[in-house]
Nanobody
Framework: QVQLVESGGGLVQPGGSLRLSCAPS????????MAWYRQAPGKERELVAD???????NYADSVKGRFTISRDNAKNTVYLQMNSLKPEDTAVYYC???????????????WGQGTQVTVSS
């Protein structure tokens, strides 16, 4: 069973930086969509950043200019570099990927377990 494994969350002061990473736990056939979402207490899960068709990136307005999504195709890993963090960025961050675990299986959507990011002085 494929799992998405996230790392890199933690506690950081306002203005600080963190880098999140996410990768499948085992070998897979192919991976397509990779994205980061977040969910703050009492709020719905929202898209933070993703790769759109053709490799372009898409960001929530609230993180534009501060966050950068990137990927290492050789490692099937997606990263989220978060700079100039604000208290309102505090949330559980989730990785999402649409991937094919085996050549004979269709694309499926997978979610990571979530990693806590807390921005506080």
């Amino acid at each position: 069973q494929v799992q998405l494994v996230e790392s890199g969350g933690g506690l950081v002061q306002p203005g600080g930086s963190l880098r999140l990473s996410c990768a499948p736990s085992g070998s897979i056939f192919s991976i397509n969509v990779m994205a980061w979402y977040r969910q703050a207490p009492g709020k719905e899960r929202e898209l933070v950043a993703d790769f759109t068709g053709g490799g372009s990136t898409n960001y929530a307005d609230s993180v534009k200019g501060r966050f950068t999504i990137s990927r290492d195709n050789a490692k099937n890993t997606v990263y989220l570099q978060m700079n100039s963090l604000k208290p309102e960025d505090t949330a559980v961050y989730y990785c999402n990927a649409v991937l094919r675990p085996h050549w004979y299986r269709p694309d499926q959507s997978y979610w990571g377990q979530g990693t806590q990011v807390t921005v506080s002085s």
